[in-house]
């Protein structure tokens, strides 16, 4: 039964990973078209048209969800990791929220906090990754450490809220570089927040990252506590060696 149930989530692993696939590269043909006959400037007339800049950036980011898509794989062929299925299509079905619906068919805008659902999910993904990446040291025979369960869920914590922040950054950057307004300080017509209103989204995002990040931490703490494994199938682990590379 175990190893028909590990059949079945490796066929609907492959499923949706294949749909995200495709689904991003028909978007970025899409993105290339908008792009050539879309207006490089807004002619007014209606508050939320999209000019090239917009479809520009729009681009670059369907590009970088294709590459993301092959990341798992990297990962387990590069560093020798064991990848659970259930991640795996948790990563798709985030990237193609985040992407396709959020972006090229505006959610982001359309769906009221779509981009609070979506941060809450990165914050409890960072968080678990986090958790895999503190029990790899705790494990290794190399590096002798034995860590309580209350600072893993601390560091777990913290390290997903760290990446947060980076995102963050990341966000701000783009927006004054790109004049993008990722980090929604502007309505969808152009028209700038002022004030606290400006902040909102952001410090938002912030919230709902470390709300994701501390479920994620005290799952963590009491299934290592109380020995529940609760969190077994969100960890990422190392493969044995001489042990066969595991399908993707």
Request: glycine fraction near 6%.
């Amino acid at each position: 039964m175990k190893q028909k149930n590990k059949k079945r989530n490796l066929q609907m692993q492959k499923l949706i990973w294949w749909f995200v696939f495709v689904t991003l590269l028909l978007s970025i043909g899409y993105v290339v078209l908008e792009i050539v006959y879309s207006p490089s400037v807004a002619d007014g007339v209606s508050p939320y048209q999209r000019v090239k800049g917009d479809y520009v950036l729009m681009l670059a980011q369907c590009i970088l969800g294709v590459l993301a898509m092959f990341l798992p794989s990297i990962l387990r062929k590069r560093a020798h990791l064991v990848i659970p299925s259930f991640m795996i299509i948790v990563y798709a079905v985030f990237l193609y929220c985040a992407i396709f619906l959020g972006e090229v068919r505006r959610f982001y805008y359309e769906v009221p906090h779509w981009d609070t659902i979506l941060h809450t999910f990165s914050g409890a993904m960072l968080g678990s990754l986090g958790f895999s990446f503190i029990t790899f040291l705790n494990k290794t025979e190399r590096i002798p450490v034995n860590l309580s369960p209350a600072f893993i869920a601390v560091f777990t914590f913290c390290f997903g809220m760290t990446l947060g922040v980076l995102w963050e950054f990341y966000e701000f950057i783009c927006d004054g570089i790109l004049q993008t307004n990722m980090q929604k300080f502007a309505l969808e017509s152009g028209e700038p927040l002022v004030g606290r209103a400006a902040l909102i989204d952001t410090m938002k995002d912030l919230f709902v990252d470390a709300a994701g990040a501390i479920v994620i931490s005290v799952i963590g703490y009491i299934s290592l506590k109380f020995k529940k494994g609760w969190i077994d199938s969100l960890l990422l682990k190392r493969r044995k060696a001489g042990a066969p590379e595991e399908e993707n």
